[in-house]
């Protein structure tokens, strides 16, 4: 339930929040949504949006035996990885041998993922670092009051990690949600404790046991739109198969005011939300904002058919290179030379006076196929921004990175691309961090008028810094007027640090 600003007002200046008129708002939004509507939206979403939903994720993991492919390669695993379903007929073809084993009709397939680690490269420029939560309150306690609560809490939640398989999440399928889950119980015993006398920041490490964020995985969270275009809820659906084979499900309904969970479609919890009321517990959080869309944009969509041109034409390189890499000899007029073996030593001999042995194959010079090879994989650098630089690989055509800035030139689609998404990953942070707070103010835990729920977040700079220039900029701000301990907050030290003060 949102609290009107007067009556935050006269909450926080009675020491706790006003329960009872939460209660009084909350019979008028705990209405369920329509089981059809959401049988609906859960139809369509297994129907239409996992199937989709999966195979990115597949191309993402590219896990071991888990392929679909039927493509036969030299080596024994190769066929079985999701990525051989995107390769061409003629390298997924049957494949035939004959009883001997020859080489007839065989095909080497090479699986190169190269989306996992531009995914993993573009987390790592997010979230590589802790984020810092600030508070924009007016007042200096209540700001440390707050900070140390939120901090609490996230770091209860999992903290940097986290936010780490949210963004995963999110760059692999486009978007992700947060679900704010407070215990009314524990809440509710942290607020006596409160009205005894006792700090919120003294216990803030139990108010984080008290409320959990969670993360939704998308190909099981389904929004719930009604006929308006807006979310009326959000439902949580899971399958299961027990070890006898047996199939089962269970669906929890998000509303304002109301939670249902059900078992194969029947209800077995309705539960009234007497800590959010009309406030829906969920925060959609975009990887790169889409307009008009619901979903955002996918890291590994763009991707899906460049990795399926470069390992198409990585497996016809393998089967060039196979071919003539080993010497193979042309017999003719030789009887029973399939028999025979090639060797040092080895004699043959005849009676044909028109026999001959030819030899052919061995290593040939194929320019246009490397240079095909190198331009899918500059168009996979394009599509991500995530060049092999990023990850350490220096190649000589960069030319010299003499400072820091120079690195940042040649990073700077990557580093573009990573400012935008501290916009979307940063609101759907400060939305979470202010469904905290509301919970804490409703339960009496810590109340705080609406403005003083707003925070901003302190991303950190996603290359290397160094010390030196940190100090030497740190000391020159210093003299300017700013103070040793905002400078102490930023360099990332706590009070406790030796030789910190």
């Known amino acids: 339930m949102l609290l009107t600003p007067t009556d935050e007002r006269a909450a926080s200046q009675n020491g706790h929040a006003t329960t009872e008129l939460a209660s009084v708002d ?29 195979r990115l994720w597949s191309y993402y993991r590219n896990e071991l035996g888990s392929g679909s492919g039927r493509a036969h390669a030299s080596g024994p695993h190769a066929a079985t990885l999701p990525q051989a379903a995107g390769l061409p007929a003629r390298l997924r073809g049957e494949h035939t041998v004959a009883f001997d084993d020859r080489w007839t009709g065989r095909r080497e397939v090479v699986i190169e993922n190269d989306i996992a680690w531009r995914v993993h490269t573009m987390i790592d420029f997010v979230f590589g670092k802790p984020v810092r939560i600030r508070s924009i309150a007016r007042d200096d306690e209540a700001r440390e009051r707050i900070e140390a609560v939120i901090d609490a809490v996230w770091e209860a939640s999992g903290g940097v990690s986290l936010l780490q398989d949210a963004a995963l999440l999110a760059h692999v399928f486009g978007s992700v949600e947060f679900v704010v889950r407070p215990d009314p119980l524990a809440l509710a015993a942290l607020a006596a404790e409160i009205d005894a006398g006792v700090s919120p920041g003294d216990i803030a ?70 800590v959010f009321g009309s406030t829906l517990p969920v925060v959609h959080v ?9 979903a955002g944009l996918s890291e590994v969509e763009p991707l899906v058919p460049l990795q399926d041109e470069l390992n198409a034409r990585l497996s016809d390189r393998a089967r060039r290179v196979t071919m003539q890499s080993f010497r193979m000899w042309l017999a003719k007029g030789i009887e029973n030379f399939e028999a025979s073996q090639v060797g040092p030593g080895v004699v043959w001999s005849t009676d044909n006076p028109d026999a001959s042995i030819d030899s052919f194959g061995g290593d040939a010079a194929s320019p246009s196929e490397a240079a095909h090879i190198a331009e899918v994989r500059e168009a996979m650098d394009k599509a991500s921004t995530v060049p092999p630089l990023a990850t350490g690989v220096v190649q000589g055509r960069i030319g010299n990175l003499s400072s820091a800035q120079a690195l940042r030139v040649t990073l700077v689609g990557l580093l573009a691309k990573t400012a935008r998404k501290r916009v979307t990953y940063g609101r759907g942070i400060a939305e979470v961090s202010r469904l905290v707070l509301q919970a804490l103010s409703v339960t009496g835990v810590m109340p705080t008028p609406m403005r003083d729920r707003m925070v901003r977040l302190d991303w950190p700079d996603p290359l290397p810094e160094d010390l030196l220039d940190q100090t030497l900029a740190a000391q020159r701000l210093v003299s300017l007027g700013v103070s040793p301990e905002q400078m102490r907050d930023e360099l990332g030290y706590e009070p406790t640090d030796a030789g910190v003060q």
């Open 26 to 54: 909350l019979h008028a939004a705990a209405e369920p949504i329509d089981d059809a509507l959401v049988e609906a939206a859960i139809d369509a979403h297994l129907t239409d949006t996992v199937p989709t939903l999966e």
């Open 205 to 274: 490490q139990a108010i984080g046991e008290a409320i959990r964020i969670e993360v939704v995985d998308p190909r099981t969270g389904v929004p719930i739109i009604d006929a308006a275009g807006r979310m009326a809820g959000f439902a949580i659906h899971t399958e299961h198969v027990s070890s006898a084979g047996e199939r089962s499900s269970t669906t929890e309904v998000l509303c304002p005011g109301l939670r249902r969970v059900l078992r194969d479609g029947e209800v077995v919890i309705e539960a009234e939300d007497a």
């Open 286 to 294: 975009q990887n790169l904002s889409q307009p008009m869309r619901y």
